[in-house]
Nanobody, 124 residues
Framework: QVQLVESGGGLVEPGGSLRLSCAASGSILKIYVIGWYRQAPGKQRELVGT??????????DYADSVKGRFAISRDSVKNIVELQMNKLKPEDTAVYYC???????????????WGQGTQVTVSS
């Protein structure tokens, strides 16, 4: 199966920047969508942004709340996805989860996979 491991979370002041990284490993035939979700205390998990190869190569989609501040990049050879977060706000505080929709091998269907999450706290 597919394992996702995140790194790069931490504490940052409002207006600052952080870069999250996620490495996918294991049995991977193809990753169709990879990206990030987040969950703040007391709220539902929500989309941050993803990169998809399902229809258009490297199509990036972002939540309206992060457009213009966050950017996703992907290394398809190394199966790494990164999230550059700029101009961070206190409302960006959440646990950030790496996500992918992938096919592990020829005999399997496509499945969703999640990382363990990394905490991002924006506070002065």
């Amino acid at each position: 199966q597919v394992q996702l491991v995140e790194s790069g979370g931490g504490l940052v002041e409002p207006g600052g920047s952080l870069r999250l990284s996620c490495a996918a490993s294991g049995s991977i035939l193809k990753i169709y969508v990879i990206g990030w979700y987040r969950q703040a205390p007391g709220k539902q998990r929500e989309l941050v942004g993803t990169i998809s190869d399902d229809v258009v190569a490297n199509y990036a989609d972002y939540a309206d709340s992060v457009k213009g501040r966050f950017a996703i990049s992907r290394d398809s050879v190394k199966n790494i996805v990164e999230l550059q977060m700029n101009k961070l706000k206190p409302e960006d505080t959440a646990v950030y989860y790496c996500y992918c929709y992938a096919q592990p091998h020829f005999l399997s269907g496509r499945q969703a996979y999640w990382g363990q999450g990394t905490q991002v706290t924006v506070s002065s």
